[in-house]
């Protein structure tokens, strides 16, 4: 699949050393959607054709990073949030303090990259924004109030994103690509509640990694969609 993109155009990573985020990177740079990948990672540096490993919760250190783009002469023109961890616990059981680290990784993280690369695509008259949710923000998730709401707050900022830039040709959207086989919130699943998860899944099994990565890179492609939320596996959920 290739993005008909100027050669200076580049795709940015959050989360990229992650299940899902260093998917992205990989399929990116086979089906060369895009001339630059730049791969944005916290625990490790992650691969990619540029690579970078900072604490995007640190608007100083953000803010580095993109002038450091700037002056490089590379024009982001998408961007895609992969970010995203549980602190899993009834809500009375929840510190206020855990709390914060889940609102402010899930969605802080978001606004911080948001509000740092918007002006860009502002200036630039185009850009699209892609932020991995989850069916929690939906649905609500018993013992992940915190990640729930964190979740339900990226469709609110995505949809305000469309709405206040769609008439400046910037897109953003969600998509819920369900539970990853491999990632560290599934292996940290006990078996009886991730057989329960598989079975609601009308195909009988979840989407992988590579197919949402697939699906997201197409997704950066198409110049009229924005303000959507999709689901990427076979749950049929209640619709509200």
């Known amino acids: 699949m290739e993005v008909n993109n100027p050669a200076s155009d580049t795709l940015l ?20 959607s895009f001339p630059t990948v730049a791969a944005c990672g916290f ?24 002038d450091k783009l700037a002056t490089s002469n590379l024009h982001v023109s998408a961007v895609v949030h992969c970010i995203g961890a ?6 009375p059981q929840t510190s206020p ?14 606004f ?6 918007l002006p860009v695509f502002v200036s630039q008259r185009r850009g699209h924004v892609v932020f991995v949710g989850s069916h929690a923000g939906r649905s609500g998730r018993a013992g992940q109030t915190g990640y729930a709401a964190a979740k339900s707050g990226l469709i609110g900022l995505a949809q305000s994103i469309a ?4 008439r400046r040709n910037i897109q953003a959207n969600v998509v819920l690509p369900g539970f990853l086989p491999g990632s560290p919130m599934v292996r940290r699943m006990d078996p009886e509640t ?35 939320v999709f689901a990427l596996d076979s749950r049929i959920l209640p619709q509200h």
Not at 48 to 59: C, E, I, P, S, Y
Not at 86 to 91: E, M, N, V
């Open 13 to 32: 990573v959050f989360g990229a050393s992650g299940t899902l985020g260093s998917a992205v990177v990989r399929e990116a740079r086979q089906s060369r």
């Open 97 to 110: 303090q855990e709390w914060d680290e889940v609102v402010d990784l899930n969605l802080r993280s978001a």
């Open 194 to 228: 991730l057989r329960q998860f598989e079975s609601e899944n009308t195909l009988g099994s979840p989407s992988t990694a590579a197919e949402v990565a697939q699906f997201i890179l197409h997704l950066l492609s198409m110049d009229h969609v924005s303000g959507q």
């Open 86 to 91: 549980t602190r899993d616990a009834l809500l």
């Open 112 to 117: 911080l990259v948001a509000r740092r690369f």
């Open 43 to 66: 625990r490790r540096l992650p691969d990619g054709d540029l690579r970078f490993q900072f604490d995007v919760l640190d608007a100083a250190a953000l803010d580095a990073f993109a």
């Open 163 to 166: 709405r206040e830039y769609g």
